[in-house]
């Protein structure tokens, strides 16, 4: 089954190019990898008559200047590219205003959208789902974005939507970031199937303490967000898979981590990461590799440099047909269900048992139910050895209630306000949002 992939703005655009030439990368062998490479390629590219790739991909954005960089790119690799006609841009953004994008932008130019979408939708032999790449903090990406997902949930009632988001550095790339936040993140709860999360400012300090990369570029960032969404699309072996990759990863996906819609959020977390040039030097080893990980979940720590291995899950007693449970040490991080997937040699030999302890989990699912476990004996983009988390979890609470707060104290003293209403967003708009948001960090807070 295959993905059709919607890249939305400046930062949808960028990471999808750096997503697509990871797969490819990845799946350019044969021998015993030919099943795997089979899988991936089928379900994020199809072939030309002259067996050329061209990804699954929809570009859009309202300035042309980023999607011809990326549609020149990934032509020059040489081993893939886009489609000539699945992109549409404009001459003017949406001057980083959700509301211009939400409000103007999208209804004006949906239909076009929708029928790119549906060009690509037609090309698959059987749909898997839709990924709509996009950041929350623009105008283009997350205000166009959240209309087109609006518009796909209503032709596409039936079919997985995930909502890959970027999440904006803290000390703030654009003044009114935060509104776009709470806007964008309010209207995609009520549409998508699950949101993927990942926050500049970890993947940032990824590139500078793991990566060791002395003047980081949007290159860099969007290349490790790319490799962590690899790690988890690319084809895995999944329970009671008897041998034969999954055909449906984001249904997969979406049912194992996102089964109740409280609860959509998902944040990743993968191991290892380093400079390329240090691979080579480099041995892993399952026990070392899972209990690093392991503490990574409990302790909420973002990559496995300044782990608190202080941080213990609460203990956890049988009690006739209850369990009774003592609260979790200061920074435990409780989770709703984790996904773990495996890559690499001596797959089969990994134990586990750490991920399934009843403890890590809330006290209303069991962890048989909570966790799930995919492995895959191919290596995945040159480590050996490497384990990726996707967790719906407290993870993302701390980062959205003080996004939330950023923008309340804003609405309170009304700043920048008349900048939305005047494309169409009312003070109730705004507050309907700021509502369904405190829902969500309410419901995570009292996940135990």
């Known amino acids: 089954m295959s993905i059709v992939t919607v890249q939305l703005g400046q930062c949808g655009n960028q990471v999808g190019q750096e997503f697509f030439d990871i797969i490819c990368n990845d799946a350019q062998e044969e021998g015993q990898r030919k099943a795997y490479s089979e899988s991936s390629t089928e379900r994020f590219f199809h072939e030309t008559t002259h067996g050329d790739l061209v990804a699954r991909a929809v570009l859009i954005d309202m300035e042309p200047k980023v999607i011809n960089h990326s549609m020149s790119k990934a032509a020059k690799s040489g081993r893939w590219g886009y489609g000539d ?3 549409f841009s404009q001459k003017q953004g949406s001057g980083n205003n959700w509301a211009n994008g939400y409000c103007v932008h999208g209804p004006r130019h949906g239909e076009v959208v929708e029928e790119l979408v549906r060009r690509e939708v ?57 509104y776009n936040s709470v806007l964008t993140l309010a209207h995609l709860y009520q549409l998508s ?11 940032h300090r990824i590139c500078a303490q793991l990566l060791n990369i002395k003047h980081i570029s949007f290159s860099d960032v969007n290349g490790v967000i790319a490799h962590q969404l690899g790690s988890v699309l690319q084809p895995a072996l999944t329970a009671g898979s008897h041998g034969v990759y999954s055909r449906n990863p984001l249904g997969d996906l979406v049912s194992t981590l996102a089964c109740h819609p409280e609860y959509k959020l998902l944040s990743v977390c993968t191991i290892p990461q380093m400079a390329s040039s240090s691979i080579a030097y480099s ?5 070392a590799l899972l209990k690093h990980l392991r503490q990574m979940l409990i302790s909420n720590t ?31 991080n409780s989770s709703l269900a984790n996904l773990l997937i495996l890559r690499g040699k001596d797959v089969y030999s990994a134990e586990t048992g750490g991920f ?21 004996p191919v290596p995945f983009n040159k480590y050996e050895k490497s384990a990726t988390l996707v967790s719906n979890s407290q993870a993302l609470l701390k980062p959205l209630d003080n996004m939330v707060g950023k923008a309340w104290n804003m609405f309170a003293s009304r700043a920048y306000i008349h900048q939305y ?21 309410s419901s995570y807070s009292q996940l135990c």
């Open 85 to 87: 006609t699945s992109h």
């Open 122 to 178: 037609e090309r698959c032999d059987r749909l898997a789902g839709i990924m709509a790449m996009m950041s929350v903090a623009g105008g283009t990406g997350s205000g166009v974005g959240t209309y087109v997902t609006q518009c796909l949930r209503d032709i596409y009632p039936n079919s997985f939507i995930l909502n890959q988001l970027t999440w904006p550095y803290g000390t703030g790339e654009v003044i009114v970031q935060n």
């Open 193 to 203: 199937d699950a949101i993927l999360v990942h926050e500049n400012d970890t993947v």
């Open 283 to 287: 041995t892993f080893s399952w026990p």
């Open 302 to 332: 973002k990559m496995e440099e300044g782990i608190d291995w202080q941080v213990r899950p609460p203990s956890v007693h049988p009690g006739g047909t209850e369990r009774t449970r003592s609260l979790g040490g200061p920074g435990f």
């Open 356 to 376: 399934q302890d009843p403890a890590l989990y809330t006290s209303w699912l069991s962890s048989e139910e909570a966790f799930n476990l995919w492995k895959s």
């Open 421 to 441: 209403i005047k494309f169409g967003i009312s003070e109730e708009d705004f507050l309907d949002s700021f509502t369904s948001l405190e829902q969500v960090i």
